[in-house]
């Protein structure tokens, strides 16, 4: 299956300002999915990243506070823009694809808190 | 509404219990995925399902999918604490663009 490398980890944040994401997977793949999660709680997907197109975004989610970038095959970054403390969240990139089933791969989250 | 419901939400049980954790939904899926997680950790697939009526068994874990294919069930077998985590079912309706709907989790600890 693929591997796939998430950053920052964790991160504390003022704000009004952004933070930018990074996943790295280790193979090429054509999809990349960005979900929000409540510790605990279900996967809500932001968006589904296509290389060279636009980002596909789920209602209640938006490009200007969420854009995300696809330069290729194998990266994709998501950038949460003018933060407010209801963005605090765990944000999880991931891939689909078959291992020993057919399922996603996710990255291991970023905890994002504002304050 | 949620698409998926998953109960129990909450399940405490002492080491070498059963458990049986169920996924329902009113909607007929093509395919339907469990993943455990972690605290620190993103999902980790534990199986697909896609057929009516399938049961899967991957050592003490036994996963079936309904007939109807609207519902599931993960049952543990003597359980370990390293089977604490939240289990997460989600499913795939084929006329949403393969996309996964998450149900809203099980927290299981499983006490030594």
């Known amino acids: 299956s693929a591997v796939i490398s998430q950053k920052p980890s964790r991160d504390i944040c003022q704000r009004g300002t952004s933070l930018t994401i990074q996943c790295q997977v280790d193979?090429?793949?054509?999809?990349m999915f960005w979900y929000r999660q409540q510790p605990g709680q279900s996967l809500t997907l932001i968006a589904t990243a296509n290389q060279g197109s636009e980002a596909t975004y789920e209602s209640g989610f938006v490009i200007d506070k969420f854009p995300i970038s696809r330069p290729n095959l194998t990266f994709s970054t998501l950038t949460v823009s003018n933060m407010s403390p209801e963005d605090s969240s765990i944000y999880l990139c991931?891939?689909?694809?078959?291992?020993?089933?057919?399922?996603?791969?996710f990255g291991s989250g970023t905890r994002l808190t504002v304050v | 509404t949620q698409l998926l419901e998953q109960s129990p939400q909450f399940l405490s049980i002492q080491e070498g219990e059963n458990l049986t954790v169920y996924c329902n939904s009113s909607?007929?899926?093509?395919?339907l995925q469990w993943y455990r997680q972690e605290p620190g950790e993103g999902p980790v697939l534990l199986v697909t399902v896609v057929t009516g009526g399938e049961v899967k068994k991957l050592k003490r874990l036994t996963f079936q999918f309904g007939d109807a294919r609207k519902d599931s069930s993960l049952h543990i077998t003597a359980a370990q604490p390293g089977d604490t985590g939240l289990y997460l079912c989600a499913g795939v309706r084929t006329r949403n663009a393969g996309k996964s709907t998450f149900g809203d989790g099980t927290t299981l600890t499983v006490k030594p």
């Open positions: 991931s891939v689909v694809g078959w291992d020993k089933f057919y399922g996603y791969t």
């Open positions: 909607s007929v899926f093509s395919s």
């Open positions: 193979s090429q793949v054509t999809m």
